[in-house]
C-alpha cells in the first residue's frame, strides 16, 4: 500500500478524533462510541477489499496498557490534595471501596449460582466487571457542580487502584473452573492479607524513589527535552514493577499525585531535600505533554479495537441476558448506596459508573479457561456500552445540566475499550 495514503489516512482518523472529541464536550455523548463504530465501519471495508492488520492481538493490548498508564497519571496530575479537600477525599475513597467489594461479591454469588463456579474463582472472574472507568467518567463530569465533579474524580480515581489491589490479591489464591491449579493454591488467611500489606507498603517506599529520582532529574536536566524522557522512565519503572508482580499503577499514581501536590504534601523539613521548583514550573508542560500523548494513544486504541468488532458478537440473546443482569447489579448496588449515604442527590453520581480499559485489561489476564457463558469478550463490550448509555442519561437528566451549566473545564473526552480473541 502507498505509504503516503496510510500517512493521509492517519491524518484524517486523528482529526475526525478531535471532531469527535468536540462533539462529546457539547453533547455529552461518549466520544469512545463513534471511534468504535468508525473502527467498525474500518473493518467493513477492509473485508471487502480483503486487507488484514498484522498482530491485531497484540497491538490492542499494547495500545490498551500505554493508554492504562497515561490515564493513571493524566487523572492524578488533576488530583488536588489539601485540607479544603479531605472531606470529599474520605467520602470517595470509601464510596470506591464499598461499592467495588459489594458489587464484586454480589456477582460473584450470581455466578457461583447460575454457572456453578468456586466462589473465589468468579470473585476473581467479576472484578474487572466492578471497577469503574475515570478515563470515562472523569471527564463526562467536567460539566457538574463542583462538588460533584471532585467527587467522581476522586471516587473513579480509587476505584481504579483498589479494583487493581484487590484483583493481584485474588489472582495467586485461585483453581480454575478446569479444577487445574492457576499459579498456585494458596488458601487466603490473615498471613495473605499480612503479604498485601507489605506489598502495598514496598509499592509506596518504591513510589517515594521514583519520584524522587524523577523529580531530581527533572531539576537538573538542562536540555529543553526532557518531560518526553521523564515519562519513558516512568513507563520502563511500571514495567520493572510488572515485572516483579507488584501493583505498579500505585508508581505512577504516587508520581503524578506528588508533582501535582508538592506544596501541599510534603512536609516543610523535606521540601529542602527534595528539588521541586521546576517540578512546579514545567507542571503545566507536562500535562499537556500527557493530555497530548493520551490523545493520540486513545485514537489508535479504539479505531483498532473497532477494527476487531464483528457484528456476530451481538447476534447471541443469552449476551444481553447476561449483560443486563450485571448492569442490574452494577446501578442496584450503585443507587443503594447513595441512597443511604446522599438520598437528597442521588443523581447524577449514582448513574456515572461507566465500565472501561482497566476492566478490559484485567480481563485480558485472567487465564483463558476461565471464560465463560457469564464472563467472556461479547458480555463485557455489552456491559460497557450500556454504563456508557446510562451515565449519559443521568447527566442529562441531572439537576447541573437542567440548569444549563457548561464545563468549567475544557477535558478531553477519554474513553475506554478493548477487545479479547477467543
Known sequence: MDIYFIMGGMSILIIFSYLFDT?????????????????????????????HIPYLDKIIPTFGTLGLILIVLEGALELKINKEKKGVIIKGFFSALTILLVTATSLAFMVNHWLGVPFLNAMLEVTPLAIISSAVA???????????KEFVVYESTFSDILGIVLFYFLKPHIVDSLGEPYEAIIPIGIGSFFELIIEIGTVVIV???????????????????????????????????????????????????????????????????????????????????????????????????GFNITLDMFMNPATYLYGLAIIGVIF???????GI????????????????????????????AMSNDFVNQKVLLIVILLSMFIMLIGLILSPENKKGDKPKVDLDSFGDVINKNE
Not at 464536550?25 to 486487507?51: C, E, H, K, M, Q
Not at 527535552?225 to 501493583?247: D, G, N, P, T, W
Not at 516543610?268 to 508542560?285: A, W
Request: aromatic share 16%; charged share 15%.
Open 207 to 305: 513510589s517515594f524513589i521514583v519520584t524522587y529520582i524523577l523529580f531530581t532529574l527533572i531539576e537538573r536536566i538542562s536540555h529543553k527535552v526532557k518531560f518526553f524522557l521523564i515519562l519513558a522512565l516512568l513507563i520502563l519503572a511500571y514495567v520493572i514493577a510488572k515485572k516483579f508482580h507488584l501493583s505498579a499503577l500505585i508508581i505512577i499514581f504516587f508520581f503524578g499525585l506528588f508533582m501535582a501536590n508538592t506544596r501541599d504534601m510534603l512536609p516543610d523539613k523535606l521540601k529542602k531535600y527534595i528539588p521541586t521548583k521546576k517540578v512546579n514550573e514545567g507542571l503545566h508542560e507536562f500535562h499537556l505533554l500527557t493530555a497530548e500523548s493520551t490523545f493520540l494513544i486513545r485514537t489508535g486504541f479504539f479505531l483498532f479495537f
Open 341 to 368: 449515604t446522599q438520598p437528597k442527590s442521588i443523581l447524577p453520581v449514582a448513574t456515572i459508573a461507566p465500565r472501561g480499559l482497566i476492566t478490559i485489561l484485567l480481563f485480558l489476564d485472567l487465564p483463558l
Open 23 to 51: 462533539i462529546a464536550r457539547n453533547t455529552r455523548f461518549p466520544s469512545v462510541i463513534l471511534l468504535i463504530a468508525t473502527g467498525i465501519g474500518l473493518r467493513f471495508l477492509a473485508d471487502n477489499f480483503n486487507y
Open 138 to 148: 472523569i471527564p463526562s463530569a467536567a460539566g457538574l457542580f463542583e462538588k460533584d
Open 332 to 338: 442496584a448496588v450503585r443507587f443503594l448506596y447513595f
